[in-house]
């Protein structure tokens, strides 16, 4: 029968004949099974609560990687100090198309990786050498920072399991010393501290110590990698263990695995903005001319109603 | 006959007087009603119940407690499983609507508050993920940042900052979803039940 063979205008009240419906004994009963179904999935399957990564975790587990981040956080060439905004204006960071999108707002979380992560935590140590080190790097150039700690840098990679390097052609300034007490700090949880209360004393924004971890090279993203939670493994949807995660991000994570956003340098960009679109689409979805039509041309609802259905053919 | 000028009158004819006490709280519906593809509307308002208790008591008791704590885990563990819950049966709702063809007779706007309740609910339950507290909300804030960042976005609601995070999640958007759902399940009420497609015909 086709839709303008109608009987009933659905804007009508219905009229039809009827059958008895206990709304409140059928959302009591709703609550109770839903209720007794999820308690009985959490004393199966529990929930995962994998303990959070600290710098102090990350100097004990893996200093080397530490020290060489910390090194790229001097020299202005780790990820953050590169990002562009809301942090720092370093670059201009993800675009679509001409619309730089990742400018618009400025820099509203200021971050300055070597003041910040580096040589503000140092300066709350109460030792004569590392003061010293300190004072020198706040007195050299830039120029000269950047040479010292670029060349450190540069030596701990041809040397990737170093804690230190001598400094045989005088050539590294005062990183290297730098580097040995911020380590330290790091190993004994001071640094943890020191990163989450440099804006307040009762921290609740862990953007500074989660942006240093962030950069690391090695310790954080293989620990993410082992979990199976990279971008390219589903991570977005994913979370550790075998839980099943946020399943409802499938699309968004699926976005990911293929060309040509795979392989975009703008992907987030344009993932962001093609969820926003199918979003909007799926909102106004009533209104769209040939996606409307799909329920009439693919009968599902028979199925859904084939006992009205039934009935009416009886 | 002249509309009133007083705006409790105004509020009422536009609210209260629209609906029947039948329609708010029915003992009877339309006889298509049959099919078990109704139940996942009403299992979805349950699972929210199920997170709504289960988010208090996590709530009442701190963000630090469930780490510490086996019932706490046990309350985190049963918040984490109404949410899948959630989801699913939302979706199973969404698309039993969509070949239901629901808006028709005037239910846009009930379809429309319904796919806003369900991408509230992705955001919901993202910064959920956020405020967890372990390694989890650690990888997830650093990588949704980029996103958020990519859209410009991240300068306001920045993932790293769990402060910001949990207050949205344990008090801006509860408010929202539950807003938004009451807002959904009236406009079901006043609209009833959309009928069969060839008893109801036209969009």
């Given at each position: 029968?086709?839709p303008?063979?109608s009987?009933?205008d659905?804007s009508?009240?219905w009229?039809g004949?009827?059958?008895?419906?206990?709304?409140?004994k059928?959302?009591?009963?709703?609550i109770?099974?839903?209720?007794i179904?999820a308690?009985?999935?959490?004393?199966?399957f529990?929930?995962?609560?994998e303990?959070a990564?600290?710098?102090?975790s990350?100097a004990?587990t893996?200093?080397a990687?530490f020290?060489?981040t910390?090194t790229s956080?001097?020299?202005?060439?780790s990820?953050t100090?590169?990002y562009?905004?809301p942090?720092n204006?370093?670059s201009?960071?993800?675009?679509l198309?001409?619309?730089?999108l990742?400018?618009w707002?400025?820099?509203?979380?200021?971050?300055?990786t070597?003041k910040?992560?580096?040589?503000?935590?140092l300066?709350?140590l109460?030792?004569?050498a590392?003061?010293?080190?300190?004072?020198?790097?706040n007195v050299?150039s830039?120029?000269?920072?950047t040479k010292?700690?670029t060349s450190?840098?540069?030596?701990?990679a041809k040397s990737?399991k170093a804690?230190?390097?001598?400094?045989?052609?005088?050539?590294?300034?005062?990183?290297p010393?730098m580097i040995?007490y911020?380590?330290?700090?790091a190993?004994?949880g001071?640094l943890d501290?020191?990163?989450t209360?440099?804006?307040t004393p009762?921290?609740?924004?862990?953007t500074k110590p989660?942006?240093?971890i962030?950069d690391?090279g090695?310790?954080f993203?293989?620990?993410?990698?082992?979990?199976?939670l990279h971008?390219?493994q589903?991570?977005v949807?994913?979370?550790?263990g075998?839980w099943?995660?946020?399943?409802w991000?499938w699309l968004f994570?699926?976005?990911?695995?293929v060309?040509?956003?795979?392989s975009s340098e703008?992907?987030?960009?344009?993932?962001?903005g093609l969820?926003g679109?199918?979003s909007?689409?799926l909102?106004?979805?009533?209104?769209?001319?040939?996606?409307r039509?799909i329920?009439?041309?693919i009968?599902v609802?028979?199925?859904?109603w084939?006992?009205?259905y039934?009935?009416k053919?009886? | 006959?002249?509309?009133?000028?007083?705006?409790t009158?105004?509020v009422?004819e536009?609210?209260v007087?629209k609906?029947?006490?039948?329609?708010?709280?029915?003992d009877h519906q339309?006889?298509?009603v049959t099919?078990?593809?109704?139940v996942a509307g009403?299992?979805?308002?349950?699972?929210?119940?199920?997170l709504?208790?289960t988010?208090l008591?996590l709530t009442?008791?701190g963000?630090a407690?469930w780490h510490?704590s086996?019932?706490?885990?046990?309350?985190?563990?049963?918040h984490l499983?109404s949410?899948?819950?959630?989801?699913?049966?939302m979706?199973?709702?969404?698309?039993?609507?969509?070949?239901m063809?629901?808006?028709r007779?005037?239910?846009?706007?009930?379809?429309i508050?319904?796919?806003?309740?369900?991408?509230?609910?992705?955001i919901t339950?993202f910064t959920?993920?956020l405020?967890q507290?372990?390694?989890?909300?650690?990888w997830?804030?650093?990588q949704?940042k980029?996103?958020?960042n990519?859209?410009g976005?991240?300068?306001?609601?920045?993932?790293l900052?769990?402060?910001?995070?949990?207050?949205?999640?344990v008090a801006?958007?509860?408010?929202?979803?539950?807003?938004?759902?009451?807002w959904?399940v009236?406009?079901?009420?006043?609209?009833?039940?959309v009928?069969p497609?060839?008893?109801?015909?036209?969009?």
């Open positions: 029968m086709s303008a063979l009987k009933h659905p009508k009240k009229s004949p009827t059958r008895p419906y206990d709304l409140i059928e959302a009591v009963i709703a109770v099974i839903v209720g179904l308690g009985g999935l959490a004393a199966v529990s929930s995962p609560d303990p990564l600290t710098l102090k990350w004990l893996d200093p990687d020290v060489q910390a956080e001097l020299a202005g060439t990820g100090a590169g562009g905004a942090y204006t370093a201009d960071g993800q675009v198309g001409p619309l730089k990742q400018k707002a400025g820099v509203r979380i200021p971050i300055n070597a910040d992560f580096v040589v503000k935590p300066t709350i109460p030792d004569a590392v003061q010293t080190a300190v004072n020198a790097w050299g830039a120029d000269e920072q010292w700690a450190y840098g540069d030596a701990l990737p804690l230190s390097l001598p400094d045989t052609n005088n050539s590294y300034g005062p990183v010393t040995t911020l380590l330290g700090m190993i004994n001071a501290g020191a990163l209360t440099s804006d009762l921290p609740t924004d862990f989660m942006l240093f962030a690391s090695t310790y993203p293989d620990y993410a990698a082992a979990r199976h971008g390219d589903w991570g949807m994913n979370e550790t075998s099943p995660g946020q399943s991000l994570s699926f976005f990911y695995q060309e040509p956003f795979k703008n992907a987030d960009t344009w993932v962001m969820l679109v199918l909007v689409a909102i106004f979805l009533p209104f769209i001319p040939f996606i039509r329920p009439y041309k009968p609802h028979r199925i859904i084939r006992n009205w039934r009935r053919q009886d | 006959m002249t509309k009133s000028k007083m705006w009158v105004r009422r536009a609210t007087e609906f029947e006490p039948t329609d708010i709280l029915p339309p006889a298509y099919s078990w593809i109704y009403v299992a979805t308002i349950a699972a929210f119940v199920s709504f208790i988010g008591v009442l008791e963000p407690w510490n086996s019932v706490g885990h046990y309350f985190n563990s049963v499983w949410v899948e819950l959630f989801f699913v049966f979706v199973v709702h969404l698309w039993g609507k969509f070949w063809a629901a808006w007779g005037k239910r846009m706007m009930t379809w508050t319904g796919v806003v309740c369900f991408l509230a609910s992705i339950g959920g993920y405020i507290g372990n390694f989890d909300s650690q997830i804030a650093t949704a980029d996103g958020f990519a859209m976005i991240g300068a306001y609601f920045n993932p900052n769990t402060g910001q995070a949990m207050l949205i999640h801006l958007l509860p408010l929202v979803l539950g807003g938004l759902i009451g959904h009236i406009l079901v009420r006043r609209h009833g039940v009928p497609i060839e008893a109801g015909g036209a969009e």
